[in-house]
């Protein structure tokens, strides 16, 4: 695997046919499958749950399946139910759960890589107490709910921020970036230092998969 990965959101996927935009996004070269959960209370809008997610699982056993959890409130049964279910990756928001070093522990044991997603107005400061039990950090670069945003500048800076602060404390978890990531943000996007970019409209959305991520890498310095 490349330094730099690519996730595919399947939020802006094809629904009714899953299995054929999951197979084409393989076969293109995209790293990890992004699995989106919104609840309709942490995110104003409703997607998928664990039993969707163990049927993706259970149809592409070989795929590292990035889960972002948007859902509120995060408790260990929630959290039980998505590692059962096959995530690989599983990511959470600090403000939808009481004990966040604790779940991510929990998360850890589990031998699921744990990561904590930052909304475009939380600061990044929780980290410093919390690195050794993040595999990674998600930097929201919108406000989470939908796809096909547009950058939030303000955010990019909270990149280089989250960047520099584990430089400072020696450690290197994957910092990943969702929200607007296209042809035209990458680049500057990748500047920050950021190693795994969501991709979800710009290649779901894309009449040629391989054609967008081979375009994607290339604005992105892979
Ligand atoms: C937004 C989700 C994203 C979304 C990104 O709340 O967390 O993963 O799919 O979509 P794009 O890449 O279209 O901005
Ligand atoms: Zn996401």
Not at 66 to 86: F, R, S
Not at 101 to 128: C, D, H, S, Y
Not at 194 to 209: H, I
Request: charged letters at 20%; hydrophobic letters at 45%.
């Amino acid at each position: 695997m490349s330094s730099k990965l690519f996730a595919g959101s399947i939020l802006s996927a094809d629904f009714l046919n899953l299995e054929h935009d999951v197979t084409e996004a393989l076969e293109a070269g995209i790293d990890l499958i992004h699995f989106d959960v919104m609840d309709f209370h942490f995110v104003p809008n409703m997607t998928f749950g664990p039993m969707f997610l163990k049927a993706l699982k259970q149809k592409f056993p070989q795929v590292l399946f990035d889960a972002h959890l948007m859902c509120d409130p995060i408790t260990d049964e929630v959290v039980d139910a998505y590692i059962k279910a096959g995530a690989d990756f599983l990511t959470f928001h600090p403000e939808a759960c009481h004990h966040t070093e604790r779940m991510l522990t929990r998360i850890k044991q589990a031998g699921v890589k744990a990561g904590l997603a930052l909304n475009p107005a939380t600061p990044p400061q929780l980290l410093r107490y919390l690195w050794d039990k993040l595999d990674m950090v998600l930097v929201m670069t919108v406000n989470p709910g939908f796809g096909g945003q547009t950058v939030l500048p303000a955010c990019l800076k909270k990149i280089q921020d989250v960047k520099r602060m584990a430089a400072e404390a020696n450690v290197r978890p994957y910092v990943e970036v969702d929200g607007g990531v296209n042809p035209m943000t990458i680049s500057q996007i990748a500047d920050t230092g950021a190693n795994v970019f969501v991709v979800g409209s710009a290649f779901f959305g894309a009449p040629d998969k391989k054609l967008a991520l081979s375009e994607l890498k290339q604005h992105a310095g892979v």
